[in-house]
Structures are given as C-alpha cells and as structure tokens.
C-alpha cells in the first residue's frame, strides 16, 4: 500500500526550498492547499527568476508569533543583512498603497550606496561585506539580484496582510537612494555661445 502523501511532502519542499516549481496539475494543486490549511498555513503563487512558483505563507491571525513559545523556529539575521534588506525594500517599494512585491527594479550599485549612507560612509556600500548580505538575501529569496539589478523576492510575496500593514507605518523610515543631482544653477545660465558669422554690414544712415 502507497502511504506517501504527496501533499506533505510537496509543502516540506517548500519549507526546505523556501518556495518550490508551480505543479500545473490542478488535482496537485488541490491536494497542496488542502494540506497547508489543515497546518494553519495558505499557499502562494509567486515568481521566482522569471519562473512561477508556489511558497507557504500563514492564515490571517495564525502568524507564530515571536514571543511565545510556537515551536516554529526563525533565523535571526544580522544587523548587516537587515540593514540591506531595508534598503532593498526602500528602493523597490515606492507606493506605500501598493503592496511591496514585486515593487521595481533598482541598479545594485544604488543599493550599495544607499546602504552605505545609511551606515555613514558612502564606500561601505562598496564593501564586500554588503555584497555577501545582497548574495545571502538572494539565495534566501527576499532578494532577486540578477545582473546589476535588484528587485524583491518571492517571500515578500508571501507576507500577509499584517505583515504588510505593519511594513507601511515604517514606509516613511525605510533607506532609499540618493536623488540625482539636477544640473548646476550656474550652468543652466551660461547662454549657448552662437558659431561666428561673417560680419554685417553696418546699415548706411540717412542723409
């Protein structure tokens, strides 16, 4: 007799893998949600590099919460990583309306820089140190960091609704890059010097 439930395995990959390949089979589908729900949890459909993908998320109000005892263990970040992962979401995240994911697409090395004035010293963007916590957010997936760009990952996706209202009081304190500076006062006022013409010739006067 076949005892394997294949809508427990499928969700113990996504709690492995942070998120797994989207099974197009429908009964598939079915018997997935059907298992995250009996656990107090819903499943997500989101993209990951481009390719859709499903990941846990929890019911509205069966969060674990993080001073009680859950059971439910969670990675601590570092300060480095958090400080980064803010920056991200302050770039990405430009309407606090809207939800945070997918959000834009930024060029890293305005991260980096953003970060870095967050820390103080603009070239601490520039360190290696920073560059570690961008790639460890990546293969967590609360980053997406393809080429020079960055944008959110599939886990913001999976916030619920309290997550993202308490996201969206801080929206106003989240890091976000630098504006560009707009072109010198006194260089918008130099005139544009006018290529030298042949001399006129001066009118005659009347006599």
């Known amino acids: 007799m076949n005892t394997s439930r294949p809508g427990r395995l499928a969700l113990a990959r996504m709690r492995a893998l942070g ?3 989207r099974d197009p089979d429908a009964l598939a ?3 997935v949600s059907g298992s995250a729900h009996l656990a107090g949890r819903t499943v997500v459909d989101a993209t990951h590099e ?3 993908v499903q990941l846990l998320s929890w019911w509205e109000g069966h969060e674990p919460s993080l001073e009680n005892s859950s059971g439910v263990t969670h990675r601590s970040a570092t300060p480095i990583e958090l400080a980064v992962f803010a920056t991200c979401l302050g770039c990405c995240w430009n309407d ?3 939800d945070p994911w997918p959000g834009v697409s930024i060029e890293r090395q305005k991260v980096l820089a953003a970060v870095g004035a967050v820390r103080g010293d603009p070239e601490l963007g520039l360190k290696s140190r920073y560059l570690s916590a961008l790639d460890r957010l990546a293969q967590s ?3 997406e960091s393809s ?8 886990r913001v996706k999976a916030w619920g609704q309290n997550q993202t209202d ?3 009081t801080v929206f106003d304190q989240l890091p976000r890059p630098a504006p560009e500076d707009p072109p010198g006062r006194d260089e918008a006022l130099i005139p544009e010097e006018s290529p030298p013409g042949k001399p006129t010739a001066p009118e005659e006067q009347p006599q």
């Open 147 to 154: 080429g020079p760009l960055v944008q959110l990952g599939p």
């Open 96 to 98: 606090p309306l809207d």
């Open 50 to 52: 481009g390719h859709p």
């Open 141 to 143: 997936l609360w980053i």
């Open 19 to 21: 998120a797994a390949p």
């Open 29 to 31: 589908l079915s018997t």
């Open 166 to 168: 308490i996201m969206r």
